[in-house]
Antibody, heavy 126, light 107 residues
Framework: QVQLQESGPGLVKPSQTLSLTCTVS??????????WSWIRQPAGKGLEWIGR???????NYNPSLKSRVTISVDTSKNQFSLKLSSVTAADTAVYYC??????????????????WGQGTMVTVSS | VIWMTQSPSLLSASTGDRVTISCRMS??????LAWYQQKPGKAPELLIY???TLQSGVPSRFSGSGSGTDFTLTISCLQSEDFATYYC?????????FGQGTKVEIK
């Protein structure tokens, strides 16, 4: 059974770069038709999609964060990573990594987040 | 950007009740919609995708309907473990967006 686990610093100083890694266990990150995504949630608020990567390296980013975000994948380590630069207090949130499954049916191509990591809290503060 | 409006934001209900949560899109998205359940301190869990397809392992008391701009999540007989926050999410276009959430609390 595939599981995801986020790791990285829980405290980042303003203006610095937030770096998180998601380790995939129980299966290969390269197998199947999946995108690998990052999603965040400020305390007491809703969910915000940050972006995703396919194992080919193809990425999609949220335009609201695109200038500051880089998502990369390391298939040899079965990991994918998030870098968010020039952080401010507004970037304080629980960060989740998630697998986006692709289901193709005659009526269309459906992509939903079927497996999530437990989430990691990142606080931006000096 | 596709904006999503969930209603109600808070729903008070009792065990055994039938509850309905609405999600309205700012533009049509065909059936490219998913529903998630989130409990406090936990990651969201996928309930439904393609607007009405139940994810494997999800109880049949959960159902989804709708197409275009108006969607509904129904819990036919609320159980104690269903008290949680529910989010809709569209994957018709980028960026992926979520509704603001509906908290289902015990009446």
């Amino acid at each position: 059974q595939v599981q995801l686990q986020e790791s990285g610093p829980g405290l980042v100083k303003p203006s610095q770069t937030l770096s998180l890694t998601c380790t995939v266990s129980g299966g290969s990150i390269s197998s199947g038709s999946y995108y690998w995504s990052w999603i965040r949630q400020p305390a007491g608020k809703g969910l915000e999609w940050i972006g995703r990567i396919y194992t080919s390296g193809s990425t999609n980013y949220n335009p609201s964060l695109k200038s500051r975000v880089t998502i990369s994948v390391d298939t040899s380590k079965n990991q994918f990573s998030l870098k968010l630069s020039s952080v401010t207090a507004a970037d304080t949130a629980v960060y989740y990594c998630a697998r986006e499954d692709i289901v193709v049916v005659p009526a269309g191509r459906h992509e939903a987040f079927d497996i999530w990591g437990q989430g990691t809290m990142v606080t931006v503060s000096s | 950007v596709i904006w999503m409006t969930q209603s109600p934001s808070l729903l008070s209900a009792s065990t055994g009740d039938r509850v309905t949560i609405s999600c309205r899109m700012s533009q049509g998205i065909s059936s490219y919609l998913a529903w998630y359940q989130q409990k406090p301190g936990k990651a969201p869990e996928l309930l439904i995708y393609a607007a009405s397809t139940l994810q494997s392992g999800v109880p049949s008391r959960f159902s989804g309907s709708g197409s275009g701009t108006d969607f509904t999540l129904t819990i036919s007989c609320l159980q104690s473990e269903d008290f949680a926050t529910y989010y809709c999410q569209q994957y018709y276009s980028f960026p992926r967006t979520f509704g603001q959430g509906t908290k289902v609390e015990i009446k």
